[in-house]
Structures are given as C-alpha cells and as structure tokens.
C-alpha cells in the first residue's frame, strides 16, 4: 500500500477529523459539488532518507493537504484536527511504518468568493518504511 492511502487510514481513524468531513478525503483534486469542509491531499515528493554513513532504506516524503472549508473557524478546526493526527505520529498503517510526522509548513489562502470557500494549505514531512 502506498503512504497516501496509510495517511488517509490514519486521518479516517482519529475521530476528531472524521467529525468534520467524514470521508471528504481526496487525492489531488476536490470533486464538483463536495460539501464543505473537506481534504485534498497531494504526494509533492519523495526522498531516500539517509544518515550520514548510511543508506537507511528509509523514506522521506512531503504530503501536502488543502484544507477546504466554507468558513475561517472550521478552517481552523480541521487544520487542528490533522495536526493532532499527524503531528509526531509513530505507528503502522496499511503495509508501512512511519516512524516520524511533523509538520513543515501552514498557509492561508484568500477567500474565494465564486466558490465560496477558504483554504489553508498544510506541508508534512513523513519519514516511513
């Protein structure tokens, strides 16, 4: 199984994501007609992790989600409730193991008056086996 469909099962799994979008989780682009709020995550890249001396067999990828939403405080909440899935996870998911989640990056975007909506853009750094 990939990273992404592990990260999905472990967003899925913490109640305090599911309570607001349920299962609006997508890959890479936000379907016609979804409700608000949901997630549209993207693999952005993907690196050997290694030590110094060492090539570990270990990976390091950068997962980007938008986080969209019809308003600013449920904006904030989702982006609340990832961060607590995600930031310093350890564990197994699927097929992998991640050893290491932080996050790296947040920023807003402007408020789109045609869709009606707000994002706010979340960068993690995972490091997995």
């Given at each position: 199984m990939s990273l992404e469909a592990g990260i999905v099962e472990r967003l899925k799994a913490v109640s305090a994501v599911t309570s607001l979008v349920?299962?609006?989780?997508?890959?890479n682009i936000l379907p016609d007609n979804t409700t608000h709020?949901?997630?549209?995550?993207?693999?952005?890249?993907?690196?050997p992790f290694s030590s110094l001396n060492d090539d570990t067999g270990k990976l390091r990828s950068r997962?980007?989600?938008t986080i969209i939403s019809s308003t600013t405080a449920?904006?904030?909440?989702?982006?609340d409730a990832i961060k607590t899935a995600l930031q310093r996870y350890?564990?197994?998911?699927?097929?992998?193991t991640i050893l290491d989640s932080r996050l790296e990056n947040i920023s807003d975007?402007?408020?789109?008056?045609?869709?009606?909506?707000?994002?706010?853009?979340?960068?993690f750094l995972?490091?997995?086996e």
């Open positions: 349920s299962t609006r989780i997508y890959a709020p949901a997630i549209v995550y993207q693999l952005i890249s993907t690196l997962i980007q989600f449920q904006r904030i909440q989702l982006s350890k564990g197994s998911v699927s097929d992998i975007q402007a408020y789109n008056l045609e869709a009606n909506q707000t994002a706010r853009i979340a960068d995972i490091i997995y």
